[in-house]
């Protein structure tokens, strides 16, 4: 009787963490510290096939404008934690092509 009801509490205890999870693309991530986490792209210029449109966005995202015109980009966003049980972190990584002449400034 006793197993029977540990079993039941645990049994519970699974359900109601299991409907604390958000669904929707939450995948396990392995960092350069040997970190293990979850995230969720939030942001990938992946889904976007148009170059301009990935330039466009990019720009207001860094909020200024380049010193240089940017040929090519590359951007995605991760978001570490999901602001319900805690914090969220966000990771953003880009990569742009300018002209090598534009590079010193």
Not at 60 to 88: A, C, W
Request: aromatic share 12%; hydrophobic share 40%.
């Amino acid at each position: 009787m006793r197993q029977l009801r540990k079993l039941i509490i645990l049994a519970i205890l699974i359900l109601v963490l299991m409907g604390c999870i958000k669904e929707g693309g939450w995948q396990k991530s392995f960092d350069n510290s040997s970190n293990v986490g979850w995230h969720k792209t939030t942001l990938d210029s992946s889904n976007t096939q148009n170059p301009t449109e990935k330039i466009a966005v990019l720009k207001e995202i860094m909020r200024v404008e380049p010193l240089s015109k940017i040929f090519y980009v590359q951007y995605i966003e991760y978001q570490m934690g999901d602001n319900f049980l805690g914090p969220s972190d966000y990771r953003f990584y880009a990569k742009f092509v300018v002209e090598q002449r534009d590079i010193i400034k």
